[in-house]
């Protein structure tokens, strides 16, 4: 495999994950601050789909 590919595969997850806590953040903020409940739980949703990426990914 390309070395290229390889680090951008290992690098995958951790970025994923950055991007499960900024979701979870984010969603927390909206639900709190009843700025947009609905928008807010899609955001959690989409932390949780992340979070079982990730754990698919590392098995």
Known sequence: M???LT???AAAPAIAMLGMFACLIGGIMLIVKK???KNGLLMLVMAA????NVAIWTL
Do not use: C, G, Q
Not at 49 to 52: E, I, N, S
């Open 35 to 37: 700025r947009d409940r």
């Open 49 to 52: 789909v992340l979070l079982a």
């Open 7 to 9: 680090s951008i595969a």
């Open 2 to 4: 390309n070395p290229t």
